[in-house]
């Protein structure tokens, strides 16, 4: 437990330096969260776009929370990359041992193209988050010997899996 806390803190710190320190350049990122942004000004269900609309649901809910035109989607994306740490190393302790888990969690806190992509507005780290979390429900989903919560627990994946593909592709 002591080791995930001190990647996590790591994973942190680093980003919120980064965020302090680095602007987004305009392109993608900031049109994609200028869009996002209008999108929570009147909320409605997209089907078609130029984007697709899972970074517009994401990005403009959290605006509800964090009200900072410039800074919700960078701060959104900090979260998801700090948050991304615990969840390989859920996926690693459970498929290779919590050693290999411990491993893969301290190489993502500290990789630098993750930490830089945590303190933009770009969708690759929501992305990477979300199917994170969709691979780590179904790990779950494949040790679970009852039938209805392994049901579950897989449209619980297709669900977030089907996020992830909203967000980024």
């Not at 929570?40 to 697709?52: I, K, S, T």
Request: hydrophobic share 60%.
């Amino acid at each position: 437990a002591a080791g995930i806390l001190a990647c996590v803190a790591i994973a942190a710190l680093y980003r919120m330096a980064l965020v302090a320190t680095l602007w987004d350049v305009p392109g993608d990122g900031p049109s994609r969260a200028a869009i996002a942004l209008g999108w929570a000004a009147e909320p409605q269900l997209l089907v078609c776009g130029g984007w697709p609309p899972g970074f517009s649901f994401v990005v403009g809910g959290f605006s509800r929370l964090v009200p900072w035109p410039l800074w919700t989607a960078p701060l959104l994306n900090l979260a998801l990359g700090v948050a991304s740490v615990p969840l390989l190393y859920g996926i690693g302790a459970r498929t290779w041992g919590p050693w290999a888990g411990l491993a893969a969690a301290a190489a993502l806190a500290v990789l630098p193209l993750h930490a830089e992509l945590s303190a933009t507005s770009l969708t690759e780290i929501s992305f990477v988050f979300t199917v994170l979390a969709g691979w780590l429900v179904l790990v779950g989903a494949a040790s679970d010997e009852r039938t209805l919560p392994r049901l579950g627990r897989m449209l619980a994946g297709g669900a977030i899996l089907t996020l992830a593909a909203m967000l980024r592709y």
